[in-house]
């Protein structure tokens, strides 16, 4: 199978997932306000399904392709901690995370959105410059 297919379908399914739920329930599939919104317990059910299905994407890929998707990772554990600690008070901050504006929030048109993936966007490409300065 080709380089090119596996992020294309991947994007294709989450973007099918986001326009499902927002036409069934009006809602909008940010990754971080469902995980908020289950650890405080609302919306448990369809934040639950929705994110027990971001944990099985691996398992459909490897069922359909017949291999694991090829992950490396060469940051440290502690690098891991301290940036998914730094994501997730972002996203707290920003009121969305880069699912929920970068893929619905553009969609809708939203300027919020607009400005708010510029800026992970910036931030992203900032950080990993500073990070391969300092390696």
Do not use: D
Not at 49 to 58: C, N, R
Not at 93 to 104: A, D, E, L, N, R
């Amino acid at each position: 199978m080709s380089v090119f297919w596996p992020p294309l379908l991947g994007g294709m399914l989450l973007g099918l997932s986001a326009a499902l739920l927002l036409i069934g329930n009006g809602k909008v599939a940010g990754i971080s306000g469902m995980a908020g919104r289950l650890l405080q317990g609302q919306s448990r059910v369809e934040s639950a399904v929705f994110l027990i299905g971001l944990l099985l994407g691996p398992a459909l890929y490897a069922l359909i392709v017949g291999a694991w998707p090829a992950v490396t990772i060469v940051a440290s554990w502690p690098v891991i901690v301290i940036a998914g600690l730094l994501v997730g008070f972002g996203t707290r901050m920003g009121s969305g995370c880069t699912s929920g504006h970068g893929i619905v929030g553009l969609a809708r048109l939203s300027r919020r959105s607009l400005a708010a993936t510029a800026t992970f966007l910036v931030c992203g490409v900032l950080t990993a410059s500073l990070m391969g300065i300092l390696r």
